[in-house]
């Protein structure tokens, strides 16, 4: 791992000095103008008021986004190892018709 480097990130009109490896820059900007875009929406809507709220209610709805595609992917990865044992049945299947057909 490289050395951290101080990396300035801009979220609701406020600029922030966050340190983190040259490698994972590029990531953190991402989720930085994602969390931006998420907070600016909430305070557009005018439902919520405050920096702190508003940081909160952003907070919890990643946390929801992140706990929806966490069980997504928990559902198709049991999906998939439902569809290989259905075919590993079929392939014995069909091997056991194979064997009595060449009788």
Known sequence: MSKPQTVDIHILDKEYQVSCP???????????????????????????????RIAVMAALNLSYDLANAQAQASSSSSASEDLQRLDQKLSQALQGLEQTSAF
């Open 22 to 52: 040259p490698e994972e820059r590029d990531a953190l900007m991402q989720a930085a103008r994602h969390l931006d875009e998420r907070m600016r929406t909430i305070r557009g809507s005018g439902s919520v008021i405050g920096l702190e």
